[in-house]
């Protein structure tokens, strides 16, 4: 190989790297949007219980 | 743009033909007769710009479509384009750089070409950290939309620069003679499956991106639809 390899294996590398660490940042970023979507499911499920204990129950079908 | 099964199919495409180009790039293409073996580094370097100036593109268009319509996805597409164009415009001036060290004896000139190149990475750094420091509000989403429009005026100007002013900065692809660079047909090959590699490695950071800051606001939006019905619950009246 030529006298200039270390720039053009420098430059690949970079490439390679960069590209993996944006893919690791997206991947954390999706990690955390997980963690938040759970966060507003419980409250939106707490919310939903606290409205249907405020509620005369429905009859039972059949009953 | 939501489809998994799209961004899987682009995720493994996207391997496959980087796997390609890198075994193009290092076995199949012969370097340059001048620039020896540093040449090389041209097969991705000019993909990047090409993704890069394309980001900053759908940036503009982005931002045009979000002052006209106000549509909170345009923003989030704009804000998805300017990130992913960032990454790419970085490596485009880092690649360069290292490519220069063995050519033009220096890591870095104020040629024309790299300095333009270089105020359009700054733009799009201001973008991102009005972006990153701001709270997501349409005054903030319309001075993006500016911001993203104005900076995308600097990419034609990168583009003709090496034919407007004196430049040491290569013209590969078309010359000032107005003939293209690459004498080799296996040249064009390696640097078309680079170009496609690079384009669907974009399509796929930009469609993960996008849905994210999709989602995002979707989750904003009932975050403040929660926090209403809460409070109108909790109030005893």
Known sequence: MGAHFGYLFAAYSIIFIVIFLYVMLIWRRQAALDAELRTLEARMAALTEHSAAGRPSEPRSGA | ?237
Request: hydrophobic share 55%; glycine share 6%; with cysteine.
């Open chain 2, 1 to 237: 743009m939501n489809n998994p099964t799209i961004r899987n199919w682009l995720g493994f495409s996207t391997l496959a033909l980087m796997l390609v180009s890198l075994f193009m790039v290092f076995d199949y293409v012969p370097p340059d007769a001048e620039m020896g073996i540093a040449q090389l580094i041209f097969y991705f370097h000019v993909p990047l710009a090409w993704v890069a100036f394309a980001s900053f593109g759908l940036v503009a268009i982005a931002g045009i479509f979000y002052l006209w319509l106000g549509d909170q996805l345009w923003d989030d597409l704009g804000y998805a384009a300017a990130e992913t164009g960032m990454v790419f415009c970085t490596l485009v001036i880092v690649t360069g750089s290292i490519w220069a060290k063995p050519i033009w004896g220096t890591w870095w000139t104020w040629d024309s070409r790299l300095t333009m190149t270089f105020i359009l990475w700054l733009m799009y750094g201001g973008y991102l950290m009005l972006r990153a420091s701001a709270d997501d509000t349409p005054q903030v989403a319309r001075f993006g939309a500016v911001i993203g429009i104005v900076a995308a005026m600097d990419v034609p100007i990168v583009i003709v620069s090496v034919r407007m002013w004196r430049t040491i900065h290569p013209a590969v692809l078309v010359t000032k003679q107005g003939t293209h660079g690459l004498e080799d047909p296996r040249m064009v090959w390696t640097l078309l499956v680079s170009l496609t590699a690079f384009t669907l490695l974009w399509a796929w950071f930009l469609m993960l991106r996008f849905t994210q800051l999709r989602t995002r606001s979707r989750m904003a939006w009932l975050a403040g639809r929660i926090a209403l019905a809460t409070a109108v619950a909790s109030d005893p009246k």
